[in-house]
């Protein structure tokens, strides 16, 4: 049955005869492992062997042709976490004419995106590792639309929330597991191959500890471009609630690393900010449920955990309320932080330490990957009761991050209130926030320079040039223009801000000199213009 609904749409002659005459072509982009996605015509898949093969003819091709490099380390990252070693991408060869003695290929119609998904049992993970790069991934080729076929490659089930993949595409993605029910040799008649790492912005510790990417590459538009989309297809409606009716959310987790004051909480966060105050967590409400309340929150409070990234659905101007047990600094896990601060997020962020250790609950006896520690010997656990905080680590199991992270916390609502009202001044309010212009300036025009000796030691250089084209069309508010002058041979330069469109300079201005001169545009303090053409100015 399952091969009747791959083989409906497929002349099956003719797909069988294009394999065998052409081969497998691939394509790729990216120069490194770690940035290549590949598109392949008649990439197979073999379920018993449970590996890709490239069927070499006199028509195959193989861009880029890496001889025995592609083994070094792999072709490509399967998921969108860097140069992971479990998440390699290859191929094994053979030649065409091997297909006389193959089962007999089943092909797959669809224009296919295969990937690893990389965590799917957790929700950070989920939107940050799969949804954002899948989405991201798909936009950027057009044939991935939305009857396009996912397959996932990294062998797990479903997982909890499986319903957000099916959100990507209207067909059902595909596990690997699946894959086997469709025959021994599947076909994939036209298939794409990896996932863009543009929209990632955290490392999880594999090589250095955990921390924001070193090049982030996305900025909050794309995020609410994505967050609109996937409640689009949730069918919910951002809830435009009037002047009065804003309320702070507090995401409460029920089986680990508890708030163990949680009315206390709701309560004392109503009174300060004058609002209404709601928990939801993922054990009593859908996430569908979860991402329309939170659409619409003010405030979201959460203890630091995967269910924090939903603060991407956060309308701008809310705050994110992050809550760390005792003995964690803040500043060494930032994902969500990160998030929060991405240009054009605009969202207000506020980390909370408990310091207090009589305020928390620790769990030693608990399996070690619920932070347990008795496995440990008896020096080494009495080292980690006695630390005040984590030192930085790799990921994945360190027993005294996992003993510290995994603590249930009574919150010291005075110091909680404290900190929110330190770096939420003014009330937060997703009313009064505009998303502000991100429109750069264009290169200054027709840059000059004129220049003119005074006395022996006095010269003078006028430096003029006209507007950027784009700005005749733009309401800025505030334009000014930049200056660098180096004198020809030193490596030293001296900027100045100006608010017109040319100046004279005299100070420092020796005669017989040669300065190069470069002007560019600022709008709104911030936003830099391209340079245009550096100057070189004789006096
Ligand atoms: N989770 C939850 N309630 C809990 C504990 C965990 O909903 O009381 C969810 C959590 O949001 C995440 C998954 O279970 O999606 C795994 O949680 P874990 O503690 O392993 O990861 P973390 O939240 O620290 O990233």
New binding site residues.
């Given amino acids: 049955q399952s091969q009747e609904l791959l083989q409906v749409r497929v002349d099956y002659h003719a797909a069988l005869l294009a394999l065998q005459e052409q081969g497998t072509r691939m394509v790729c982009t990216g120069k490194m492992h770690t940035d290549r996605i590949c598109r392949f015509d008649y990439l197979c898949y073999c379920t018993e062997a449970e590996e890709f093969i490239f069927f070499h003819s006199n028509a195959s091709v193989m861009l880029p042709n890496l001889g025995p490099r592609r083994f070094q380390p792999a072709l490509l990252d399967l998921s969108s976490v860097e140069d992971h070693n479990t998440q390699y991408f290859n191929f094994m060869e053979l030649p065409a004419a091997a297909l006389k003695f193959m089962p007999k290929p089943v092909f797959v119609p669809d224009v296919t995106l295969i990937l690893n998904r990389f965590n799917p049992?957790?929700?950070?993970?989920?939107f940050h590792d799969d949804l954002l790069p899948i989405f991201y991934t798909m936009s950027q080729y057009s044939d991935l639309d939305n009857e396009a076929r996912l397959v996932f490659m990294e062998g797990w089930g479903e997982g909890?929330?499986f319903d957000l993949y099916r959100l990507l595409s209207s067909k059902q993605p595909l596990l690997k597991e699946q894959l086997r029910n469709f025959g021994k040799l599947l076909c994939f008649t036209k298939s794409y191959v990896g996932l863009s790492k543009m929209t990632t912005w955290y490392q999880y510790g594999f090589v250095q500890p955990q921390g924001a990417k070193a090049n982030i590459l996305v900025s909050g538009n794309e995020i609410r471009q994505f967050a609109s989309f996937i409640m689009e297809k949730l069918n919910i409606t951002r809830e435009e609630s009037p002047e009065n009716d804003e309320y702070i959310v507090v995401f409460?987790?029920?089986?680990?690393?508890?708030i163990l004051n949680e009315a206390e909480l709701i309560l004392a966060l109503a009174q300060e900010f004058q609002m209404k105050a709601i928990t939801v967590?993922?054990?009593e409400h859908s996430l569908a449920e979860i991402i329309r309340v939170i659409s619409g929150a003010s405030v979201l409070v959460s203890?630091?955990?995967?269910?924090?990234?939903t603060s991407l659905f956060l309308p701008r101007g809310a705050a994110m309320v992050e809550l760390f047990p005792y003995a964690v600094n803040p500043e060494h896990y930032t994902p969500y932080r990160t998030l929060a601060s991405l240009p054009g997020m605009d969202l207000h962020y506020v980390a909370w330490r408990n310091t207090i250790e009589e305020n928390s609950v620790a769990f030693p006896d608990r399996p070690w990957?619920?932070g347990g520690i008795v496995h440990l010997d008896a020096e080494e656990q009495e080292r980690i009761l006695k630390s005040k905080e984590v030192p930085r680590h790799l990921c994945c199991r360190n027993p005294e991050w996992l003993f510290r992270?995994?603590q249930d916390t009574k919150v010291d609502i005075q110091s909680l209130l404290e900190v929110m009202r330190q770096t939420l001044k003014s009330k937060p309010s997703p009313k009064k926030v505009r998303p502000t212009s991100t429109v750069h300036p264009g290169r200054v025009r027709e840059p000059k320079c004129q220049t003119s000796v005074q006395a022996a030691n006095e010269a003078r250089m006028t430096v003029s040039w006209q507007i950027p084209w784009n700005l005749k069309y733009l309401k800025v508010r505030d334009v000014k223009y930049e200056v660098w002058i180096q004198e020809q041979g030193e490596n030293t330069y001296m900027p100045y801000i100006l608010p017109h469109q040319n100046y004279t300079f005299s100070e420092n201005i020796k005669p017989f000199t040669t300065y190069l001169v470069w002007v560019r545009c600022i709008f709104n303090k911030n936003l830099l213009g391209p340079f245009a053409d550096v100057l070189m100015c004789k006096t």
Avoid: K, T, W
């Fill in positions: 049992d957790n929700l950070m993970h989920i909890p929330h409460s987790r029920s089986i680990n690393r508890l967590s993922l054990e203890m630091h955990g995967a269910q924090l990234i990957e619920q992270i995994y």
